[in-house]
């Protein structure tokens, strides 16, 4: 544990008020702790008295508990007679009462079910117990200093309490991790890269659905949380060979997320027009190409397909730009080789020359294209690196290096592991500005709304900036529609509120852990170097040409930290993001920047993006 010092003093028993709680009977009341929680933490309680014997001198016969709680479920520390246990309960779904619920009598008032349960012997009454709350995913319970049980959990937690059986005593001190100082060192003479921005595929599918009113209030949305770059998933494999039927709902595709309905592969031009108003971003790429330019082809053996046929690609990218002029005035400003799919080398080098020349005979050279982009930094570089590279001509048109990072998901409760890889792909790609296409959770085992998760997310978008050095980040989704909601919760920014017209809402705390960056990092900033002295802090800033800055600080551990920021102390506008708060206005105290641990602090020279007047909505 950290160096810690007194929150408050607690009592339990016969130390306390015991009273009668309906449906429980007479009772000493629990004691509550006058806090609520960080997203990350550390907490002890060092004990005066402790005896769970009804006043007996040996230690034995009922139970303690210290239990934290939060809005899907708690987590409970339960002592009894010669055991410490560890236990994970789930209470936010009428699912986890019994099958029969009306046949067998739930064991509780409300839904709840056991999640994970872990113990271990003691051989004496601990002096002390705590529990860490940490970055990686995982709680740990400390008996008496030393670490005794650990569990995956990523259930927020914000409260916590003392309670337990009638003849249980406790009296004694609950601790927390004083605060610790630092420094921010920025240096704006050393510049990294220059920034695009933010965003992700709005399902618009799900948009054309979308009352007026909740339009509107969809690009009030995105524009005051600047996440103006649209990508775009055609018809893909639907595309008739005239290329004429890219926004025909007839033949939109649908996705695995569930038992949503067609919500993903289509176009909306209008959109793309509004988009490009608001001075955004259209990106354009294939997943699975149309049929008739061919199949998805690794291995040049396999004699089952046909390979795609660089001339047939060409002309299917460069007519979607054809049909966006015609409907929007502009062509998309990015066009990707192929989403996650990468062809034989051979075929690669064919369809980068291919597909530059095709767009500068359209009058389309200003369009810029990226590399196509794996699923996975390993498989970027293993694969997508040396088949881009394959040719010199066709890498040197490729304008940008892209690539998704959906293995990086996989090691969320050690991220920092995850950096050799990452860095391993700039090396293999500096000669290129980079961007990160999709970011998106999609480990079965992290399909979770609450802050934990989020608040990993928030170091995968910090290491993109700052070691792929990503000019442009987006999510997967920004907009999508679903039924099981834990592909809500993860894959998309936002999910529709049916019960309002389909106005956007939230869809979990990656919403605001994303716009921590997107609201006030706009495009044409600078980032430049920042330096904390201090691993657990993780500090991004950025300055535009008129001087006009922004820096972003993640506070991972479990302390709370006070930072001295120099000269961006007189930063005139912080915003403030954790598990209670989306992107709130906060302030500096006595000119150091408070940051508890887990969260977020923004802080710039800008003001928040807003929809222009009578903007004409699609």
Same mark, same amino acid.
């Given at each position: @544990?950290?160096?810690?010092?007194?929150?408050?003093?607690? #009592?339990?028993?016969?130390?306390?008020?015991?009273?009668?709680?309906?449906?429980?009977?007479?009772?000493?009341?629990?004691?509550?702790?006058?806090?609520?929680?960080?997203?990350?933490?550390?907490?002890?309680?060092?004990?005066?008295?402790?005896?769970?014997?009804?006043?007996?001198?040996?230690?034995?016969?009922?139970?303690?508990?210290?239990?934290?709680?939060?809005?899907?479920?708690?987590?409970?520390?339960?002592? !009894? %007679?010669?055991?410490?246990?560890?236990?994970?309960?789930?209470?936010?779904?009428?699912?986890?009462? %019994?099958?029969?619920?009306?046949?067998?009598?739930?064991?509780?008032?409300?839904?709840?079910?056991?999640?994970?349960?872990?113990?271990?012997?003691?051989?004496?009454?601990?002096?002390?117990?705590?529990? /860490?709350?940490?970055?990686?995913?995982?709680?740990?319970?400390?008996?008496?200093?030393?670490?005794?049980?650990?569990?995956?959990?990523?259930?927020?937690?914000?409260?916590?309490?003392?309670?337990?059986?009638?003849?249980?005593?406790?009296?004694?001190?609950?601790?927390?991790?004083?605060?610790?100082?630092?420094?921010? !060192?920025?240096?704006?003479? !050393?510049?990294?890269?220059? @920034?695009?921005?933010?965003?992700?595929?709005?399902?618009?599918?799900?948009?054309?659905?979308?009352?007026?009113?909740?339009?509107?209030?969809?690009?009030?949305?995105?524009?005051?949380?600047?996440?103006?770059?649209?990508?775009?998933?055609?018809?893909?494999?639907?595309?008739?060979?005239?290329?004429?039927?890219?926004?025909?709902?007839?033949?939109?595709?649908?996705?695995?997320?569930?038992?949503?309905?067609?919500?993903?592969?289509?176009?909306?031009?209008?959109?793309?027009?509004?988009?490009? /108003?608001?001075?955004?971003?259209?990106?354009?790429? +294939?997943?699975?190409?149309?049929?008739?330019?061919?199949?998805?082809?690794?291995?040049?053996?396999?004699?089952?397909?046909?390979?795609?046929? %660089?001339?047939?690609?060409?002309?299917?990218?460069?007519? *979607?730009?054809?049909?966006?002029?015609?409907?929007?005035?502009?062509?998309?400003?990015?066009?990707?080789?192929?989403?996650?799919?990468?062809?034989?080398?051979?075929?690669?080098?064919?369809?980068? %020359?291919?597909?530059?020349?095709?767009?500068?005979?359209?009058?389309?050279? #200003?369009?810029?294209?990226?590399?196509?982009?794996?699923?996975?930094?390993?498989?970027?570089? /293993?694969?997508?690196?040396?088949?881009?590279?394959?040719?010199?001509?066709?890498?040197?048109?490729?304008? *940008?290096?892209?690539?998704?990072?959906?293995?990086?998901? /996989?090691?969320?409760?050690?991220?920092?592991?995850?950096?050799?890889?990452?860095?391993?792909?700039?090396?293999? !790609?500096?000669?290129?500005?980079?961007?990160?296409?999709?970011?998106?959770?999609?480990?079965?085992?992290?399909?979770?709304?609450?802050?934990?998760?989020?608040?990993?997310?928030?170091? =995968?978008?910090?290491?993109? =900036?700052?070691?792929?050095?990503?000019?442009?980040?987006?999510?997967?989704?920004?907009?999508?529609?679903?039924?099981?909601?834990? &592909?809500?919760?993860?894959?998309?920014?936002?999910?529709?509120?049916?019960?309002?017209?389909?106005?956007?809402?939230?869809?979990?705390?990656?919403?605001?852990?994303?716009?921590?960056?997107?609201? &006030?990092?706009?495009?044409?900033?600078?980032?430049?170097?920042?330096?904390?002295?201090?691993?657990?802090? =993780?500090?991004?800033? +950025?300055?535009?040409?008129?001087?006009?800055?922004?820096?972003?600080?993640?506070?991972?551990?479990?302390?709370?930290?006070?930072?001295?920021?120099?000269?961006?102390?007189?930063?005139?506008?912080?915003?403030?993001?954790?598990?209670?708060?989306?992107?709130?206005?906060?302030?500096?105290?006595?000119?150091?920047?408070?940051?508890?641990?887990?969260?977020?602090?923004?802080?710039?020279?800008?003001?928040?993006?807003?929809?222009?007047?009578?903007?004409?909505?699609?």
């Amino acid at each position: @544990m950290s160096e810690m010092k007194p929150i408050a003093n607690f #009592a339990f028993g016969n130390e306390g008020e015991t009273a009668h709680i309906w449906g429980l009977g007479d009772r000493p009341l629990p004691w509550f702790a006058p806090e609520m929680l960080p997203a990350l933490f550390e907490r002890e309680l060092v004990f005066e008295q402790l005896d769970v014997a009804g006043g007996q001198p040996e230690w034995g016969g009922e139970k303690l508990g210290w239990n934290f709680t939060g809005p899907q479920g708690a987590l409970r520390v339960e002592l !009894t %007679p010669f055991r410490i246990a560890l236990q994970q309960c789930y209470h936010d779904s009428f699912g986890l009462y %019994p099958a029969e619920p009306f046949h067998a009598a739930p064991a509780t008032k409300h839904p709840e079910r056991l999640f994970a349960s872990d113990g271990v012997a003691l051989f004496a009454p601990p002096g002390r117990i705590g529990l /860490r709350r940490d970055r990686h995913l995982n709680v740990t319970l400390t008996v008496d200093g030393e670490n005794v049980l650990q569990q995956r959990c990523l259930l927020d937690l914000f409260r916590h309490q003392i309670a337990g059986s009638p003849e249980a005593n406790a009296r004694g001190q609950l601790l927390g991790p004083k605060v610790q100082c630092a420094r921010l !060192t920025i240096d704006t003479a !050393t510049r990294h890269q220059r @920034m695009i921005g933010w965003g992700g595929i709005t399902g618009v599918a799900t948009y054309r659905q979308m009352t007026p009113e909740a339009r509107q209030a969809w690009w009030r949305l995105i524009t005051e949380n600047n996440l103006l770059i649209q990508r775009e998933y055609p018809t893909g494999q639907r595309l008739n060979e005239a290329a004429d039927n890219w926004e025909d709902p007839d033949v939109v595709m649908p996705h695995y997320y569930g038992d949503n309905h067609p919500n993903g592969e289509t176009t909306c031009f209008a959109y793309n027009e509004a988009i490009q /108003r608001l001075g955004g971003q259209v990106w354009f790429e +294939f997943w699975n190409m149309p049929r008739w330019v061919g199949e998805d082809l690794v291995d040049p053996d396999d004699t089952t397909r046909t390979p795609v046929d %660089p001339d047939a690609y060409a002309r299917a990218m460069v007519a *979607y730009c054809h049909a966006s002029v015609r409907a929007t005035g502009s062509p998309p400003q990015m066009v990707g080789v192929q989403n996650e799919i990468c062809q034989h080398p051979d075929v690669v080098a064919r369809m980068i %020359p291919a597909l530059r020349h095709a767009l500068d005979e359209a009058g389309f050279q #200003a369009v810029r294209i990226h590399m196509g982009n794996a699923s996975t930094v390993a498989a970027g570089v /293993r694969r997508f690196i040396p088949a881009h590279q394959r040719s010199d001509e066709a890498w040197a048109m490729i304008d *940008y290096a892209a690539v998704n990072m959906y293995d990086g998901v /996989r090691i969320y409760h050690d991220l920092d592991a995850f950096r050799p890889t990452i860095q391993s792909f700039r090396e293999g !790609t500096a000669d290129k500005p980079m961007l990160s296409p999709e970011l998106s959770i999609n480990a079965e085992e992290l399909q979770h709304p609450g802050y934990a998760v989020a608040v990993a997310a928030a170091q =995968l978008i910090h290491d993109n =900036l700052t070691i792929a050095d990503a000019a442009a980040v987006c999510w997967c989704w920004t907009l999508l529609d679903v039924e099981q909601p834990s &592909y809500g919760w993860t894959r998309s920014l936002c999910v529709p509120d049916w019960s309002d017209g389909g106005r956007a809402v939230p869809s979990s705390r990656l919403m605001r852990v994303f716009c921590a960056w997107a609201r &006030y990092v706009r495009e044409g900033m600078c980032r430049v170097e920042v330096n904390t002295g201090d691993l657990d802090l =993780l500090a991004t800033g +950025f300055v535009d040409d008129q001087q006009r800055r922004t820096l972003v600080v993640i506070n991972r551990s479990t302390m709370p930290r006070r930072i001295d920021l120099g000269e961006w102390s007189n930063l005139p506008r912080w915003e403030r993001t954790d598990a209670n708060h989306a992107n709130v206005p906060a302030a500096l105290s006595d000119g150091h920047l408070p940051l508890p641990p887990g969260a977020i602090m923004t802080g710039t020279d800008l003001v928040p993006g807003r929809l222009p007047a009578n903007f004409d909505i699609p």
